[in-house]
């Protein structure tokens, strides 16, 4: 469903991703796995069009679509969750939901009641102003934020980072029944626990490049790999 090959990006002057290659399937949720630095909130961003590769290729159901703005992807079925949240402070819950829906034909799976269904949190504190709410309450506004673009596809970015244990569990919970629905996604994560448990496949990435390539079972059963590019 989404294949990148051989992509180089660069923060100016400053060359971060080296001939990075990723395939996902449909249905499956493949991992990107890294510590923190190493490369994958950039590969995320290329492949949304926030940071546009210079080199590479990145295709979407078959076709091409590097060069695309953020919009176009999002209006093609990519969903995108950033690891910095950017909710919209100043508006509510419900409005936050409201601004980003948007319909693929005649219906849609995601509306703000089946959000609300999802995340049952969230239907509590609809008129809450999205900047007084916990970071736990944050990150899932902006994963039911990105469904209400009813995505086909969703790249999520460090959705566990600094959340409470708690927390952390809610979203894994609530991340796995998104492939139950239908999503496939791209997750990047430095909790590997998590990442392990949901995944069907795993990639790490060390200094912006590729370093591993192989099933979750492999990934979990290499130690050597996961010493020497994930831990701290």
Not at 19 to 42: F, H, M, P, Q, Y
């Amino acid at each position: 469903m989404l294949e990148v090959e051989g992509i180089h990006t660069y923060y100016g002057l400053s060359h971060i991703l080296f001939d990075v290659s990723l395939k996902v399937s449909r249905g499956e949720i493949a991992c990107l796995l890294g510590r923190n630095g190493a490369g994958k909130s950039t590969t995320m961003k290329s492949i949304m069009g926030l940071t546009p590769p210079r080199q590479g290729t990145i295709s979407f159901k078959g076709k091409s679509v590097m060069g695309k703005k953020p919009y176009q992807l999002a209006r093609l079925g990519i969903g995108y969750v950033p690891d910095d949240r950017r909710v919209f402070a100043d508006l509510t819950v419900g409005d936050n939901l409201e601004i980003s829906e948007r319909r693929s034909g005649d219906s849609a799976t995601w509306t703000k009641e089946s959000v609300y269904d999802f995340f049952e949190a969230l239907g509590h504190i609809d008129h809450r102003k999205a900047g007084l709410l916990s970071g736990g309450e944050q990150q899932m506004l902006t994963i039911a934020r990105a469904l209400m673009t009813n995505p086909e596809f969703l790249l999520l970015d460090e959705p566990t980072e600094g959340l409470a244990p708690m927390v952390v569990k809610t979203l894994e919970e609530q991340i796995g029944k998104l492939k139950d629905r239908g999503l496939t996604v791209l997750l990047a994560e430095q909790n590997q626990k998590v990442a392990l448990n949901l995944s069907d496949q795993g990639y790490v990435i060390d200094r912006g490049m590729i370093r591993y390539h192989g099933s979750i079972d492999d990934l979990r059963d290499n130690e050597e790999v996961r010493k020497k590019y994930l831990l701290v």
